[in-house]
């Protein structure tokens, strides 16, 4: 027989394997197990519930301040576009007024010679006829 295995008759050839719970752990496990379990079957204390209220509260008034600041840089981003688009009017509002006063200008200019011509005395008189006279 080899000497490094226990004789089978050992006290410590019976003994649990290195690891492994005894008998007793489990017994002990078993009862705290069944202890917590009827305590969370009675339901929370007074100060479990006055813990989980504050909590609540703080949660609830967390996801408000988060609300709040999601709304704020909303705005923000919306005044941004705004003004940004009402520059962008204004300047398209301004090259408009200058194209069509441009035009006007020349249109102006060009009537006003037009007028010239037609109202200036001539250099030269000559005789116009009148429509009932005859030639």
Known sequence: MNDATPPIDDPAFDAQPPGEP???EIDAWAAEERA?????LKGPTAEERAAYA???????LADTFD???????EWGRKGLRLG???QLAAEGAVALLYRFSRR???ELVK????????TALPS???????????D
């Open 67 to 73: 609300e709040g600041e999601q709304m704020i840089d």
């Open 104 to 106: 006007t200008f020349a």
């Open 124 to 134: 030269r008189r000559r005789r116009v006829s009148l429509d009932d006279e005859a």
């Open 54 to 60: 504050k909590r609540l509260r703080h949660r609830r």
């Open 36 to 40: 917590r379990r009827e305590e969370w």
């Open 111 to 118: 009537a006003g010679r037009e007028w010239e011509e037609e």
């Open 84 to 86: 940004r688009e009402g």
């Open 22 to 24: 005894t008998q007793a």
